[in-house]
């Protein structure tokens, strides 16, 4: 089955400790992103990658990093995390329709809650 | 001012209603207005897209584009239960890779 997969879908932490969420897809997918949807603010996107090792920030990549070794996976990660990043988190991949352009299309995963205490 | 502003809703209708849910924008570079769909508890999915200004029907649902006003609308038919979902919005300019959503609106058919 095609699929953006997510882990973990749920995570409690506290303040300065490092964690990462994976994010893999199967649809050899050359565009990946991640999101973080907000109440009342909706979805921003915080990175995302043209293809491997290529990628750019978003538009609130504060605080936030990224990889992009190979092409089905995109960890995004928090090197210490504060509690204005609790949130959910959306990982999305897509084709490109020409090169170097992402499709409009973008498949997402089933999110990621993340608590920072 | 936010780039992308969208109606929170909650927006209840009776099943078979005519629903309109619109956006309003303030970057006259963005060319690729979208509309994606999410359920509770799930990612969103993409319903439809249009490029540039102009009208796309789809089954039960249309979008409409008037870049001279900045304003985006996507009207759904014969609206059933299974449509209650927040629907967001999305656009991009010609090249550029980051996508900007708005709020999203929250939809409630009621049977």
């Known amino acids: 089955e095609a699929q953006v997969t997510q882990n973990p879908r749920y995570l409690i932490t506290v303040t300065g400790k490092k964690l990462t969420v994976t994010c893999s897809q199967n649809?050899?997918?050359?565009?990946m992103s991640w999101y973080r949807q907000d109440p009342g603010l909706g979805l921003r996107q915080i990175y995302y990658s043209m293809n491997v090792e290529v990628t750019d920030k978003g538009d609130v990549p504060e605080g936030y990093k990224v990889s992009r070794k190979e092409k089905r996976n995109f960890p995004l990660i928090l090197e210490s995390p504060s509690p204005n990043q609790t949130s959910l988190y959306f990982c999305?991949?897509?084709?490109?329709?020409?090169?170097?352009?992402?499709?409009?299309?973008?498949?997402f995963g089933p999110g990621t809650r993340l608590t920072v205490l | 001012q936010k780039e992308v502003e969208q109606d929170p809703g909650p927006l209840s209708v009776p099943e078979g209603a005519i629903v309109s849910l619109n956006c309003t924008y303030s970057n006259s570079a963005f060319q690729y207005f979208m509309w994606y769909r999410q359920y509770s508890r799930k990612g969103p999915e993409l319903l439809m897209y249009?490029?540039?200004?102009g009208n796309k029907e789809d089954g039960r649902f249309t979008a409409q584009v008037d870049k001279s006003s900045k304003y985006i609308s996507l009207f759904i038919r014969d609206s059933q239960p299974s449509d209650s979902a927040t629907y967001l919005c999305a656009m991009r300019d010609n090249y550029g890779q980051n996508f900007v959503f708005g709020p999203g609106t929250r939809l409630s058919v009621l049977p």
């Open positions: 649809m050899n997918h050359e565009y």
């Open positions: 249009t490029y540039s200004s």
């Open positions: 999305a991949s897509s084709l490109y329709t020409e090169p170097g352009l992402a499709s409009n299309e973008q498949f």
